[in-house]
T-cell receptor, first 112, second 114 residues
Framework: GENVEQHPSTLSVQEGDSAVIKCTYS??????FPWYKQELGKRPQLIID?????GEKKDQRIAVTLNKTAKHFSLHITETQPEDSAVYFC???????????FGAGTILRVKS | DSGVTQTPKHLITATGQRVTLRCSPR?????VYWYQQSLDQGLQFLIQ???????AKGNILERFSAQQFPDLHSELNLSSLELGDSALYFC?????????????FGPGTRLTVT
């Protein structure tokens, strides 16, 4: 089945700096990769997603890149703000079982 | 507020007991997903229902079962509870059947097994 590895497990950045979180997946048939943000004590919320027919997608300060050959995708947050502090989960679609497989999460701390 | 509701918010019970968690999806959403979130295992997909029928199954234990009713609300039943079942249980709903439809998560039910 699909295996999704996420790195780093924790990330501390200074306000205004960029943050990058990387995920690798194993199922070459995966074609959908969402990212979720979960603030402390809150529910996960979709922040951006990418499908395998594009290599990059941007939404304001957030971007996701996909490298299908290497089977990895990354979340980029620019000009980080304290409100970006949260746990970020990547996920990949697994064809077998028709489900999303989540990475273990990255705790992002933005220091002001 | 995602529009997905879950009850109860918190549940404390003893080992060996059985509990039922309830989820009401957003208006118009036909899919309901159940996830378990524990500290050491992140978000684990349990099961998905679409318009009353089971569509996908994840790492759901045999002691757990779920169903989706004609009014589209869903219930997750956990029986013979063990200490390791203590976790946050989320349900999520989406408009369509496939996982590429955005999933909207509920606030979760925190289950503590003592």
């Amino acid at each position: 089945g699909e295996n999704v590895e996420q790195h780093p497990s924790t990330l501390s950045v200074q306000e205004g700096d960029s943050a990058v979180i990387k995920c690798t997946y194993s199922d070459s048939a995966s074609n959908y990769f969402p990212w979720y943000k979960q603030e402390l004590g809150k529910r996960p919320q979709l922040i951006i997603d990418i499908r395998s027919n594009v290599g990059e997608k941007k939404d304001q300060r957030i971007a996701v890149t996909l490298n299908k050959t290497a089977k990895h995708f990354s979340l980029h947050i620019t000009e980080t703000q304290p409100e970006d502090s949260a746990v970020y989960f990547c996920a990949a679609y697994q064809r077998y079982g028709n489900k999303l497989v989540f990475g273990a999460g990255t705790i992002l701390r933005v220091k002001s | 507020d995602s529009g997905v509701t879950q009850t109860p918010k918190h549940l404390i019970t003893a080992t060996g007991q059985r509990v039922t968690l309830r989820c009401s999806p957003r208006s118009g959403d036909l899919s309901v997903y159940w996830y378990q979130q524990s500290l050491d295992q992140g978000l684990q997909f349990l099961i998905q229902y679409y318009n009353g029928e089971e569509r996908a199954k994840g790492n759901i234990l045999e002691r757990f079962s779920a169903q989706q009713f004609p009014d589209l609300h869903s219930e997750l039943n956990l029986s013979s509870l063990e200490l390791g079942d203590s976790a946050l249980y989320f349900c999520a709903s989406s408009e369509g059947e496939g996982v590429t439809y955005e999933q909207y998560f509920g606030p979760g039910t925190r289950l503590t097994v003592t």
